[in-house]
C-alpha cells in the first residue's frame, strides 16, 4: 500500500476521488490529468492492486471507487505512531517506568 502512496499521481487520483463525491468513472479521472490514457490507468491498477480504489462496470464504463475504510485503517494505524498523545501514554505505565506498558513499537 505504501508503494502504491509512494507516487505524487496515484495521490492525487485519491484525492480527486475524495473531493469528488468518492467515485468516478475512469474517463473522468483521466480527463482531471494531464498525462496520457495508459499511464492514468497503469495508475489506478497500481491502486487497485494495493485495496486503495475498487472497480465495478456500470454499462459501458468502469467506475472507480475510494477505499476510504482500508486507507484509514492501514495508513492511519501506522500514522497513529507519530500522535504525540498515543506515544505518550504507550511509552510510559502507571508507575512512569518506560517501556512497560506492554505497547510494542515498531
Known sequence: MF?????AQRRQILMVLRFRGGEMT??????????SWPTTTRHL???MEAGLVTVAPRGRERVYA???DRLRRVAGGWLAWFDEERFDEERFD????????GARRP
Do not use: M, Q
Request: glycine share 10%; with cysteine.
Open 45 to 47: 491498477k497500481v491502486l
Open 3 to 7: 508503494k502504491a502512496l509512494a507516487h
Open 26 to 35: 475512469a474517463g473522468e479521472i483521466a480527463d482531471r490529468f494531464a498525462c
Open 66 to 68: 475510494l477505499a476510504v
Open 94 to 101: 502507571e508507575e512512569g517506568a518506560p517501556g512497560t506498558s
